[in-house]
């Protein structure tokens, strides 16, 4: 299993960037996928979720109404669409993934997802 986060860069405060995460491992069921995101000096901090099965999406308060995240089944690809972006979204973007397993109901928590990806660096500028 290998998760490749890619899509980041710098970008003015306004605009949009375009997160991609593909499983480019063996196939294996998600019972969700997560972003989040750390700042220098800061927590891992909960994004967005997606239930991948049925495509019901979570979001942290700080990005709702301007972040989206979706899937591609057929791709096992999961996005996360960035507009309207602030300085305050700068960080290292993670992909991650929840098995059905060991899944415990808590989307917005790192310790649900068993698998990363890499990370892919967002630099949004004032």
């Known amino acids: 299993v290998q998760l490749q986060a890619s899509g980041g860069g710098l970008v003015q405060a306004g605009g949009f960037l375009r997160l991609s995460c593909a499983n480019s491992?063996?196939?294996?069921?998600?019972?969700?996928m997560g972003w989040f995101r750390q700042a220098p000096g800061k927590e891992r901090e909960f994004v967005a979720a997606i239930r991948w099965s049925s495509g019901s999406t979570f979001y942290a308060d700080s990005v709702k109404g301007r972040f989206t995240i979706s899937r591609d089944n057929a791709k096992n690809t999961m996005y996360l669409q960035m507009n309207s972006l602030k300085s305050e979204d700068t960080g290292v973007y993670y992909c991650a993934s929840a098995p059905r397993d060991s899944y415990s109901g808590s989307y917005y928590n790192p310790d649900e997802y068993n698998y990363w990806g890499q990370g892919t660096q967002v630099t949004v500028s004032s």
């Open positions: 491992g063996r196939t294996f069921s998600s019972y969700y």
